[in-house]
């Protein structure tokens, strides 16, 4: 079930980082429209925020130190994704694009609809992290000394 999280939130991230990667100056202007950044800040941000999901995306494909990295970065990222998209949308009431997968118009770009999928992405993390440890996943094994 962990590893069934992890690649949902993956295969979301991923979608969402090419998506923008194709159109930086569409994704400015959508991150511009929020209005949470100073101008000078739009165009960075629109060509490293989608490079950051789509590493996070891939490295919750792989194995071992990778895809705790993963799971970090993405838990990082949806949390800042949250937090702005919260903000944007007690301004505006969540009808506005939040430019989330690189497209304007559509009910998967409306700021609200965003919110509410970023905090089901992180609920998803979260029950993979604990999955992982009860089953035992990321823990160090005991010392023969301790015994």
């Given amino acids: 079930m962990a590893r069934l999280a ?4 993956g295969v979301v991230l991923g979608a969402a980082g090419l998506l ?3 159109d930086p100056p569409a994704f400015a202007l959508a991150v511009g429209r929020l ?3 100073p101008d000078v800040l739009l165009g960075p941000a629109a060509i490293l925020m989608p490079w950051l ?5 891939a490295a919750l494909f792989l194995r071992g130190p990778w895809r705790a990295a993963g799971r970090a970065l993405a838990a990082g990222l949806l949390v ?3 937090a ?3 903000v944007a949308w007690g301004r505006d009431g969540g009808a506005s694009s939040c430019g989330c997968f690189g497209v304007e118009g559509g ?6 609809v965003g919110f509410v999928r970023n905090l089901l992405l992180l609920v998803l993390l979260s029950l993979a992290l604990r999955g992982r440890k009860a089953a035992g996943c990321g ?5 023969p000394a301790r015994s």
Avoid: M, N
Avoid at 6 to 9: D, I, R, Y
Avoid at 107 to 112: C, K, L, T
């Fill in 6 to 9: 992890e690649a949902l939130v």
């Fill in 20 to 22: 923008k990667i194709w």
């Fill in 35 to 37: 209005r949470l950044l």
């Fill in 53 to 57: 999901e789509l590493a996070a995306a």
């Fill in 80 to 82: 800042a994704f949250t």
């Fill in 84 to 86: 702005v998209l919260g």
């Fill in 107 to 112: 009910a998967w770009a409306r700021v609200d």
């Fill in 139 to 143: 823990t160090a094994p005991a010392s």
